[in-house]
């Protein structure tokens, strides 16, 4: 049986992998309007899945302004199915 991932389970974590996982890349800024959170706060929840290898990010200039790319890693997609089947189970077994 899965079992929860530590680092996805935290709300803002788990939402940003939910949005990350239909998209092949999403703007900082974008995830930030979602979620309704400040730059620090997205700042530390981006690092939390970067180190652990679940995402990427990228910064690139559009417009000639400087803006930051996040990606799902295949790592971060395959932990995410995961963590979801983990509170699959959890709910068909409640």
Not at 57 to 85: C, M, V, Y
Request: hydrophobic letters at 35%; charged letters at 25%.
């Amino acid at each position: 049986m899965p079992e929860l991932d530590p680092v996805i389970h935290a709300p803002n974590r788990l939402r940003i992998c939910a949005m990350l996982v239909t998209s092949a890349e999403l703007d900082f800024k974008l995830i930030k309007t979602q979620l309704d959170v400040s730059d620090s706060v997205l700042s530390k929840q981006l690092k939390a899945l970067e180190d652990i290898g679940y995402i990427e990010t990228k910064k690139r200039n559009h417009n000639g302004r400087p803006r930051t790319w996040i990606s799902l890693t295949d790592k971060g997609q395959s932990a995410f199915e995961s963590h979801i089947s983990a509170l699959q189970n959890i709910i068909n077994t409640s």
